[in-house]
T-cell receptor, first 109, second 114 residues
Framework: DQQVKQNSPSLSVQEGRISILNCDYT??????FLWYKKYPAEGPTFLIS?????DKNEDGRFTVFLNKSAKHLSLHIVPSQPGDSAVYFC????????FGKGTRLHILP | EAQVTQNPRYLITVTGKKLTVTCSQN?????MSWYRQDPGLGLRQIYY???????DKGDVPEGYKVSRKEKRNFPLILESPSPNQTSLYFC?????????????FGPGTRLLVL
């Protein structure tokens, strides 16, 4: 059973609009959450993280929101740019991090 | 330049022929890990190592071996590859903490087992 779920395999967003990627987790003991971005033919690269003591973390155009009661986190990208087209992996855990299946984001011109 | 390197990047082999995928990092990281990425399954951890001579199974260790004789190197060994091991493999490293520290990934090795 999946402990980290990204239920949308893909998402298309108009350039300039907001992209919202969602992630759900099942283990209430998870205390650290990360988003990785992956381009084709490259390894994943770290994007942004949040610990369980916070509900929001912002880094430029990227904001991660954590709702612990709902066991849900989301990544907001504002405004979306063509270079944001990639696969985004949500990851969660404590000592060990578990990855979701990924969401492919397409930014439309 | 801080990086994780993997070799080879692409490999086609036949069932049963032993192979090794090398992984090396130059960041003096204690923690290293191997993942495989498959369509619809995301990234799944195969093995990880907290430090030299310390290795442990991840979520999908069957059919794989690893060794950690030096801090910088963490090779992945397939003693008798099978077609279900056809996949995209990533090595990663991070400072102590493993989970909470961000991981640095290599560029990936695409393996096809015929």
């Amino acid at each position: 059973d999946q402990q980290v779920k990204q239920n949308s395999p893909s998402l298309s967003v108009q350039e300039g609009r907001i992209s919202i990627l969602n992630c759900d987790y099942t283990n209430s003991m998870f205390d650290y959450f990360l988003w990785y971005k992956k381009y084709p033919a490259e390894g994943p690269t770290f994007l942004i993280s949040i610990s369980s003591i916070k509900d929001k973390n912002e880094d430029g155009r990227f904001t991660v929101f954590l709702n612990k009661s709902a066991k849900h986190l989301s990544l907001h990208i504002v405004p979306s740019q063509p270079g944001d087209s990639a696969v985004y992996f949500c990851a969660a855990g404590d000592d060990k991090i578990i990855f979701g299946k990924g969401t492919r984001l397409h930014i439309l011109p | 330049e801080a990086q994780v390197t993997q070799n080879p990047r692409y490999l086609i082999t036949v069932t049963g022929k032993k192979l090794t995928v090398t992984c090396s990092q130059n960041m003096n990281h204690e923690y290293m890990s191997w993942y495989r990425q498959d369509p619809g399954l995301g990234l799944r951890q195969i093995y990880y190592s907290m430090n030299v001579e310390v290795t442990d199974k991840g979520d999908v260790p069957e059919g794989y071996k690893v060794s950690r004789k030096e801090k910088r190197n963490f090779p992945l060994i397939l003693e008798s590859p099978s077609p279900n091991q056809t996949s995209l493999y990533f090595c990663a490293s991070s400072p102590p903490g493993g989970g909470q520290e961000t991981q640095y990934f290599g560029p990936g090795t695409r393996l096809l087992v015929l």
